[in-house]
C-alpha cells in the first residue's frame, strides 16, 4: 500500500489549472498549423494564423488562451492500492482548483446555486470531478477548463437501436451546423455511444480529453471518426463561424455496452483551444 498525501493533489491540481489555461497542447496547436494549408478560404486562413499566434502568445507571456478560463473538469484515475491520508480527495482536488485560479489569475466563472440565486462562488470551485478506480499504486489527474461558449451547444439523445447509424450521422451533423459560430470554430467533437443516459454524457466530455492524433483503438469506431469529420467539414461552418472548410478538427468517439433496448448518443464540443493537462502521481 502506498501513501499519498492529499496536499499532494491540491498542489497537483493547482499547478495543471494553470498550464491547462496557458499552454495549448501540441496535438491541438500541430492541428491548427495543419488546418491552415487545408483551409481554402482566405479570411479562413488568417483566422487560423491568429489563433496559432494567440497560443503562442498564452505560452510565451504566460497568460490565459481565452478569457473564459472554463469550469474545471478533474478526471482522476486512483490506484486501488493507493491510500490518501491528510483529508478527502474531494476536498484536495477544490483547493487545488481555488489555489490555481486564484494564483494564477484566472476568471472565476462558477456561481455556487444555478437557478435562483447565482452567487459567484470566488474561486472557481466546486470542480466536476470524475474518480476511477483502476489497477497499481498511482494517481493520475487530468484537469480540463470547460468553457461553456462550446459546452453550451452540446447535445444528447436518446435513440432506439433501429434508428442505427443513419440517425446517429443527422443528429451530429445538424448539431455542429446549428451550433455555427458559438462553440468558436474549428472544434473538437466528442462523441459518446452507447451505457445510459449519463454514461453516454460522460463518454462525450471523456472523448475530448483523448489526445486529437489518436484515433479510437477499435477499428470501425476509428472510421466512424474519420467519417463524422468529413461530413462536419462539409458544412461550410469554417474557422469562427464564417465559412470555410475547416469547421473541426477531430472528431473523438468512445463507446460503452448498452441495453438492447436502447442507443444513447451524447455530443460534447470544445472549441479550439481544446485545454487539458495532466499528471500522474
Do not use: W
Request: glycine share 8%; with cysteine; aromatic share 6%.
Amino acid at each position: 500500500m502506498r501513501t499519498i498525501d492529499a496536499s499532494q493533489i491540491t498542489a497537483a491540481v493547482a499547478k495543471l489549472a494553470v498550464d491547462a489555461n496557458y499552454y495549448l497542447s501540441n496535438d491541438v496547436r500541430s492541428a491548427l498549423e495543419n488546418a491552415r494549408e487545408h483551409e481554402e478560404s482566405p479570411l479562413g486562413k488568417t483566422i487560423l494564423d491568429q489563433l496559432v499566434e494567440n497560443a503562442c502568445i498564452a505560452r510565451d507571456e504566460q497568460v490565459p488562451i481565452c478569457q473564459d478560463t472554463g469550469m474545471a473538469v478533474v478526471f482522476i484515475e486512483i490506484g486501488q492500492d493507493v491510500h490518501v491520508t491528510g483529508g478527502s480527495i474531494e476536498e484536495a482536488v477544490n483547493a487545488g482548483v481555488a489555489k490555481g485560479y486564484t494564483e494564477g489569475y484566472l476568471r472565476k466563472s462558477v456561481v455556487a446555486e444555478p437557478l435562483f440565486n447565482r452567487k459567484n462562488t470566488g474561486n472557481n470551485t466546486p470542480a466536476v470531478l470524475h474518480t476511477t478506480i483502476v489497477q497499481g499504486d498511482k494517481i493520475k489527474i487530468t484537469l480540463a477548463p470547460k468553457g461553456f461558449g462550446s459546452e453550451n451547444m452540446s447535445a444528447l439523445k436518446m435513440f432506439k437501436p433501429s434508428d442505427g447509424l443513419p440517425a446517429i450521422r443527422k443528429f451530429v451533423v445538424d448539431t455542429i451546423f446549428h451550433a455555427g459560430s458559438n462553440p468558436c470554430p474549428p472544434i473538437i467533437v466528442g462523441i459518446g455511444i452507447g451505457g445510459t443516459m449519463e454514461k453516454a454524457a460522460f463518454l462525450a466530455k471523456k472523448a475530448l480529453i483523448r489526445p486529437i492524433d489518436k484515433q479510437n483503438s477499435h477499428a470501425e469506431y476509428a472510421r466512424l471518426e474519420k467519417e463524422f469529420l468529413d461530413l462536419i467539414n462539409q458544412t461550410g461552418v469554417g474557422p469562427q463561424g464564417l465559412g470555410g472548410r475547416v469547421t473541426a478538427l477531430a472528431v473523438n468517439i468512445e463507446y460503452y455496452p448498452t441495453h438492447i433496448a436502447g442507443l444513447p448518443v451524447a455530443i460534447n464540443i470544445n472549441c479550439h483551444a481544446t485545454r487539458h493537462a495532466e499528471v500522474e502521481l
